[in-house]
């Protein structure tokens, strides 16, 4: 299992999930998506997306000042 990290901080819907989806269809099944967020909309919709298709949405911590982090599970 691998942990891969995304940064979509300088990104905007719907151009975030994307990315993240992307991201996702790249990794082996079981490897963890780390994806690097600001507030609002992208940390709002990019867990919730990731949750209706499919995948495990792990943890979603803030890292600093409108920067979170999401952890998604393939």
Excluded: R, W
């Amino acid at each position: 299992m691998a942990t891969h990290t995304l940064d979509i901080t300088k990104e905007h819907c719907p151009m975030t999930f994307v990315k993240t989806k992307i991201k996702l269809a790249q990794i082996a099944e079981g490897d963890i998506l780390e994806v690097i967020l600001l507030e609002g909309e992208p940390l709002k919709n990019v867990p919730k997306s990731a949750t209706e298709q499919g995948y495990n949405v792990l943890d979603v911590s803030h890292v600093e000042g409108n920067i979170y982090k999401v952890t998604i599970k393939k």
